[in-house]
């Protein structure tokens, strides 16, 4: 709130990173209509599929497709395909794949990662996705789109 009436200093307060600010003496009512507007602004849903290459993900709907066409994959190869796609052409370490889908608990036997990237791979191949995952070699994966798509 502010008793600022010159112009050019109102548009400084903008300049300087200011969304929004409010005269003196200040309206209650209008207070309160604008907490609302920045609410209304702040809850807004944006589309949330995820879109890589001919690849769909809904997070919500825990759906995949291809190119439209849906694609059934496993529990566990959905949750590697969604760690990876929101980290899309960045490397995931090993560990931090292993951290996301197993608990503490959960029984895992030494190369079931890698058997659900076999899986996930094979997947994405037989449904024609340009997506393809990539072994950095004592590191992780990487989640990268093939030749053909970057053309």
Same mark, same amino acid.
């Given at each position: 709130?502010?008793?600022?009436?010159?112009?050019?200093?109102?548009?400084?307060?903008?300049? *300087?990173?200011?969304?929004?600010?409010?005269?003196?003496?200040?309206?209650?009512? @209008?207070?309160?209509?604008?907490?609302?507007?920045?609410?209304?602004? $702040?809850?807004?849903?944006?589309?949330?599929?995820?879109?890589? *290459?001919?690849?769909?993900?809904?997070?919500?709907?825990?759906?995949? $497709?291809?190119?439209?066409?849906?694609?059934?994959?496993?529990?566990?190869?959905?949750?590697?395909? @969604?760690?990876?796609?929101?980290?899309?052409?960045?490397?995931?370490?090993?560990?931090?794949? @292993?951290?996301?889908? &197993?608990?503490?608990?959960?029984?895992?036997?030494?190369?079931?990662?890698?058997? *659900?990237? &076999?899986?996930?791979? *094979?997947?994405?191949?037989?449904?024609?996705?340009?997506?393809?995952?990539?072994?950095?070699?004592?590191?992780? &994966?990487?989640? @990268?789109?093939?030749?053909?798509?970057?053309?």
């Amino acid at each position: 709130m502010s008793s600022i009436n010159d112009l050019e200093k109102r548009i400084a307060i903008f300049n *300087g990173g200011a969304d929004d600010f409010l005269l003196k003496p200040v309206s209650f009512d @209008e207070l309160i209509a604008r907490m609302r507007a920045i609410l209304r602004r $702040s809850t807004q849903v944006t589309d949330p599929i995820v879109v890589f *290459g001919n690849l769909n993900f809904d997070p919500i709907g825990r759906q995949v $497709s291809v190119s439209g066409h849906p694609l059934k994959i496993a529990r566990r190869e959905l949750c590697i395909l @969604e760690h990876l796609l929101i980290r899309a052409g960045r490397i995931v370490p090993r560990a931090q794949l @292993e951290d996301h889908l &197993y608990s503490f608990n959960d029984e895992v036997s030494a190369n079931a990662l890698e058997v *659900g990237i &076999y899986r996930l791979r *094979g997947h994405l191949r037989r449904s024609g996705a340009t997506p393809r995952i990539t072994t950095m070699r004592g590191i992780g &994966y990487i989640l @990268e789109l093939t030749e053909a798509a970057s053309a």
